[in-house]
């Protein structure tokens, strides 16, 4: 069960909405609840909803204790609460990779560990660690319905893959009774189309560059195909990610919710910290708020900065994913984003052109670290990067050409959709023909690309 199937597009979802707004107002929450735990079943299966509903109730139950307790036990509730949501995280997505590791420093056997990773679940455990120290912290009242918390904590537009939400997000709708607008409804499913598009037109087109590249090996591309890869992999996840995220906002209008934007044109950025202002930005606000500012963040010094920024980055890496790739991933990160802070910050704020072209020269390059789990083969791939730096293999200099013929018109339109204007347009222009004409023939383009089998499953479901 996927935003991009035909099942939701023509069973659950008109199934769901109808219902939704067939029942009195008051019932809504109850059908938000249960619709989104029924969506999650058919999605991940029973043993991913037992997860999920216990975390549910833990942290309902978590709340409403942090809040009516004083003192200590207030933390004490609150660390206990931690533990159970830090504890699964662990536990599914990380324990089978500590055991691994372990294993090889200790020459023993680990592999009878086999756990499946529930589907979404980094997203809905960082999702219950805020609700939690928001309480903890005054920052929000605990919900004592725990079929409102069920709604908010389970809301299946953003179930599993976010936005990350805080409950201070959508408290307002969440308590009222969100009667039916044509309106939200329309500028809804404009955006959930704008999203279909940008995963199934871009996103799931470009998935075949990089599959053709592991085709004829990482060791053996010419320099000018490798960066078109690095290129190619970097719209192909902007557009899966994004498009996600639109088709959340757009559900959630439709619902009578309005959810955070996820993306803000991430590749118009001037640097990586901008960057990382501008992509995915709930999960760096989480990151902010929950271990950045508490760690000390820029207020104790230059030491207490770099020992945050060293921890939030190693962390938002291996959040990502249990391999040393993308720990591997998030210390780069780290590396640079120390250096715009302390060194060169300044140089690029002054120079825009050439801040730019750094970026855009440095971006491809880590997601080139983000995509590659073999670090042999991600070795393979840099030498193709830099041919210059190491002998290399005898490669076909017009492998390029072969793949220009095929995605030319998709690396064109997403740099073109990546830039300010085509919001713009959409903006001025989404009440008219000139943008909801587009939108059908989008829609109906999807519907094809997805009924002839060539969609991909989202790339970041699996974190």
Same mark, same amino acid.
């Given at each position: 069960?996927?935003?991009?199937?035909?099942?939701?597009?023509?069973?659950?979802?008109?199934?769901?909405?109808?219902?939704?707004?067939?029942?009195?107002?008051?019932?809504?929450?109850?059908?938000?609840?249960? =619709? %989104?735990?029924?969506?999650?079943?058919?999605?991940?299966?029973?043993?991913?909803?037992?997860?999920?509903?216990?975390?549910?109730?833990?942290?309902?139950?978590?709340?409403?204790?942090?809040?009516?307790?004083h003192?200590?036990? *207030?933390r004490?509730?609150?660390? &206990?609460? &931690?533990?159970?949501?830090?504890?699964?995280?662990?536990?599914?997505?990380?324990?089978?990779?500590?055991?691994?590791?372990?294993?090889? &420093?200790?020459?023993?056997?680990?592999?009878?560990?086999?756990?499946? +990773?529930? +589907? #979404?679940?980094?997203?809905y455990?960082?999702?219950?660690?805020?609700?939690?120290?928001?309480?903890?912290?005054g920052?929000?009242?605990?919900?004592?319905?725990? +079929?409102?918390?069920?709604? @908010?904590q389970?809301?299946?537009?953003?179930?599993?893959? #976010?936005?990350?939400?805080?409950?201070?997000?959508?408290?307002?709708?969440?308590?009222?009774?969100?009667?039916?607008?044509?309106?939200?409804?329309? %500028? =809804?499913?404009?955006?959930?189309?704008?999203?279909?598009?940008?995963?199934?037109v871009?996103?799931?087109?470009?998935?075949?560059?990089?599959?053709?590249?592991?085709?004829?090996? @990482?060791?053996?591309?010419?320099?000018?195909?490798?960066?078109?890869?690095?290129?190619?992999?970097?719209?192909?996840?902007?557009?899966?990610?994004? #498009?996600?995220?639109?088709?959340?906002?757009? &559900?959630?209008?439709?619902?009578?919710?309005?959810?955070?934007?996820?993306?803000?044109?991430?590749?118009?950025s001037?640097?990586?910290?901008?960057?990382?202002?501008?992509?995915?930005?709930?999960?760096?606000?989480? @990151? *902010?708020?929950?271990?950045?500012? !508490?760690?000390?963040?820029?207020?104790?010094?230059?030491? *207490?900065?770099?020992?945050?920024?060293?921890?939030?980055?190693? +962390?938002?890496?291996?959040?990502?994913g249990?391999?040393?790739?993308?720990?591997?991933?998030?210390?780069?990160?780290?590396?640079?984003?120390?250096?715009?802070?302390?060194?060169?910050?300044?140089?690029?704020?002054?120079?825009?052109?050439?801040?730019?072209?750094y970026?855009?020269?440095?971006?491809?390059?880590?997601?080139?670290?983000?995509?590659?789990?073999?670090?042999?083969?991600? =070795?393979?791939?840099?030498?193709?990067?830099?041919?210059?730096l190491?002998?290399?293999?005898?490669?076909?200099?017009?492998?390029?050409?072969?793949?220009?013929?095929?995605?030319?018109?998709?690396?064109?339109?997403?740099?073109?959709?990546?830039?300010?204007?085509?919001?713009?347009?959409?903006?001025?222009?989404?009440?008219? !023909?000139?943008?909801?004409?587009?939108?059908?023939?989008?829609?109906?383009?999807?519907?094809?690309?997805?009924?002839?089998?060539?969609?991909?499953?989202?790339?970041?479901?699996?974190?």
């Amino acid at each position: 069960m996927s935003f991009s199937t035909l099942p939701f597009l023509f069973y659950f979802l008109p199934a769901f909405l109808a219902v939704y707004y067939i029942v009195p107002a008051r019932f809504r929450n109850a059908v938000l609840a249960l =619709g %989104s735990l029924l969506f999650y079943w058919l999605g991940a299966g029973t043993g991913a909803l037992l997860v999920l509903v216990a975390l549910i109730l833990v942290n309902f139950a978590a709340g409403r204790l942090i809040e009516d307790a004083h003192g200590d036990e *207030r933390r004490a509730w609150l660390i &206990l609460a &931690l533990a159970c949501d830090v504890g699964s995280l662990f536990y599914f997505k990380y324990m089978g990779w500590f055991l691994e590791n372990l294993g090889r &420093l200790t020459n023993t056997d680990f592999s009878f560990f086999r756990v499946a +990773l529930p +589907l #979404g679940v980094s997203f809905y455990v960082f999702q219950s660690i805020a609700y939690v120290a928001d309480v903890y912290r005054g920052d929000a009242e605990a919900e004592r319905s725990l +079929l409102d918390y069920t709604a @908010f904590q389970a809301m299946f537009p953003q179930l599993v893959m #976010g936005p990350i939400l805080r409950l201070r997000d959508v408290s307002a709708e969440l308590h009222m009774k969100r009667p039916f607008s044509r309106a939200a409804v329309e %500028s =809804g499913f404009s955006l959930f189309v704008v999203g279909l598009g940008c995963k199934v037109v871009l996103a799931d087109q470009l998935a075949s560059l990089w599959t053709a590249l592991e085709r004829i090996g @990482f060791a053996y591309l010419s320099a000018p195909l490798a960066w078109f890869g690095a290129v190619g992999y970097s719209l192909q996840l902007y557009y899966d990610f994004a #498009g996600y995220s639109l088709m959340a906002m757009g &559900l959630a209008r439709m619902l009578g919710f309005v959810i955070p934007r996820n993306f803000d044109l991430p590749y118009c950025s001037r640097s990586i910290s901008e960057f990382w202002r501008r992509w995915h930005i709930t999960l760096g606000i989480w @990151f *902010r708020d929950y271990l950045y500012i !508490p760690l000390g963040g820029s207020r104790n010094g230059k030491r *207490r900065l770099l020992l945050s920024l060293f921890v939030v980055w190693t +962390l938002t890496g291996l959040w990502h994913g249990a391999a040393w790739n993308f720990v591997l991933w998030g210390l780069v990160l780290f590396v640079f984003i120390a250096l715009e802070k302390f060194c060169i910050g300044g140089f690029l704020e002054r120079h825009r052109f050439l801040s730019r072209l750094y970026f855009l020269f440095l971006i491809p390059q880590t997601w080139v670290v983000f995509r590659i789990s073999d670090l042999g083969e991600l =070795g393979d791939y840099f030498s193709r990067l830099y041919p210059f730096l190491s002998s290399g293999e005898s490669v076909f200099a017009g492998d390029l050409l072969r793949q220009l013929e095929s995605y030319w018109w998709l690396f064109a339109l997403g740099i073109l959709l990546a830039t300010p204007w085509p919001r713009r347009f959409y903006e001025k222009y989404r009440a008219t !023909p000139l943008v909801w004409l587009p939108l059908f023939t989008v829609f109906w383009l999807c519907l094809y690309l997805i009924a002839t089998g060539t969609g991909n499953p989202f790339l970041y479901a699996r974190f």
